[in-house]
């Protein structure tokens, strides 16, 4: 779809913790090691982040997640003072500087705003007020203001695109009453808005 071959990539290393996605619960004996656990979702094909070049790639996309805010980053552990894993904020300042188009779904905005806060970029992870429940993470747009972020309320069909910094992020599943159809709306405006800036 939108004319774009796509290549998958994920740390090699040892992720936060193992959820039980059915139960909700931690599984206290169970380890994974990041790429190990993304090679499922890719259906095996997926390559180490330390082998991405940028210069081989027009764009690059980091779907969210709750793994985004434990293991690409910690936000998830301590929202007033996060940091990025070194290696995904390595490849994501090479993007930035070869100006190649970069897009952030659900969470992972977060990410783009600690790295680029201080440039005042423009993201969205949906609106900035509860409005009864559906958006439950709505303060977190305080946390990335707070970085210099310019938060621009969009809802979960849509994208938002920071034309200077050729950030494109959605807000997906921060959406909480959001549909699965209307998530995949808003990526798939994500990635056409990102293929043409590419």
């Given at each position: 779809?939108?004319?774009?071959?796509?290549?998958?990539f994920?740390p090699?290393?040892?992720?936060?913790h193992?959820?039980?996605?059915?139960?909700?619960?931690?599984?206290?004996?169970?380890?994974?090691?990041?790429?190990?656990?993304?090679?499922?979702?890719?259906r095996?094909?997926i390559?180490?982040?330390?082998?991405?070049?940028?210069?081989?790639?027009?764009a690059?996309?980091?779907?969210g997640?709750?793994?985004?805010?434990?293991?690409?980053?910690?936000?998830?552990?301590?929202?007033?003072?996060?940091v990025?894993?070194p290696?995904v904020?390595k490849?994501?300042?090479?993007?930035?500087?070869a100006k190649?188009p970069?897009?952030?779904?659900?969470?992972?905005p977060?990410?783009?705003?600690?790295?680029?806060?201080?440039?005042r970029?423009?993201l969205?992870?949906?609106?900035?007020?509860?409005?009864?429940?559906?958006?439950?993470?709505?303060?977190t747009?305080k946390?990335?203001?707070?970085?210099?972020?310019?938060?621009?309320?969009?809802?979960?069909?849509?994208?938002?695109?920071?034309?200077?910094?050729?950030?494109?992020?959605?807000?997906?599943?921060?959406?909480?009453?959001?549909?699965?159809?209307e998530?995949?709306?808003?990526?798939?405006?994500?990635?056409?808005?990102?293929?043409?800036?590419?």
């Amino acid at each position: 779809r939108n004319g774009a071959n796509i290549s998958m990539f994920a740390p090699n290393t040892d992720q936060f913790h193992v959820i039980d996605h059915h139960s909700g619960l931690i599984d206290e004996c169970q380890g994974r090691n990041m790429m190990i656990e993304a090679a499922r979702i890719a259906r095996g094909n997926i390559s180490a982040l330390s082998e991405l070049d940028p210069e081989n790639f027009d764009a690059i996309i980091f779907p969210g997640g709750a793994g985004v805010g434990k293991n690409l980053c910690n936000f998830a552990l301590n929202n007033d003072n996060y940091v990025v894993l070194p290696e995904v904020e390595k490849i994501i300042r090479a993007f930035h500087a070869a100006k190649k188009p970069m897009g952030f779904v659900c969470i992972a905005p977060v990410i783009a705003a600690k790295i680029f806060g201080e440039l005042r970029c423009e993201l969205t992870i949906g609106q900035d007020t509860v409005q009864d429940g559906r958006w439950p993470l709505a303060s977190t747009t305080k946390t990335l203001e707070n970085l210099g972020v310019v938060h621009i309320n969009k809802d979960v069909t849509e994208a938002h695109v920071d034309e200077k910094n050729r950030i494109v992020t959605t807000p997906a599943f921060m959406c909480g009453t959001a549909k699965y159809h209307e998530v995949f709306d808003g990526i798939a405006e994500l990635v056409k808005m990102v293929v043409q800036l590419a």
